[in-house]
């Protein structure tokens, strides 16, 4: 199973950007999708998640500025970034759990990262 993420670039403050991973392979079931981002000297932390049932859970930091979505027909995750901030710059990493057999325990994978950066 390979994800492969995109969407990435430099933004104006106030300006929109929008994420996509797509996982390829063999695929029973996707449990839940996410994403994370870590900034220069800081951490990885939680942006976004969302669940099968589309249920879904956010930083409080971009509440009510991003919203995650998913296609799974497509096995896809996207993320739509509002009203971008400069310290919304960070390096984004998609996370998925999937199921190859519906015997197998979810297993977790990491995107490859794209680069957002938020400056005038």
């Known amino acids: 199973v390979q994800l492969q993420a995109s969407g990435g670039g430099l933004v104006q403050p106030g300006g929109s950007l929008r994420l996509s991973c797509a996982a390829s392979g063999t695929i029973f079931s996707i449990p839940d999708m996410g994403w994370y981002r870590q900034a220069p000297g800081k951490q990885r932390e939680l942006v976004a998640t969302?669940?099968?049932?589309?249920?879904?859970n956010y930083a409080d930091s971009v509440k009510g500025r991003f919203t995650i979505s998913r296609d799974n027909a497509k096995n896809t995750v996207y993320l739509q970034m509002n009203s971008l901030k400069p310290e919304d710059t960070a390096v984004y990493y998609c996370?998925?759990?999937?199921?190859?057999?519906?015997?197998?325990?979810?297993?977790?994978?990491w995107g490859q990262g794209t680069q957002v950066t938020v400056s005038s």
């Open positions: 996370n998925v759990h999937v199921r190859l057999s519906w015997s197998q325990a979810p297993l977790g994978l």
């Open positions: 969302i669940v099968s049932g589309s249920g879904t």
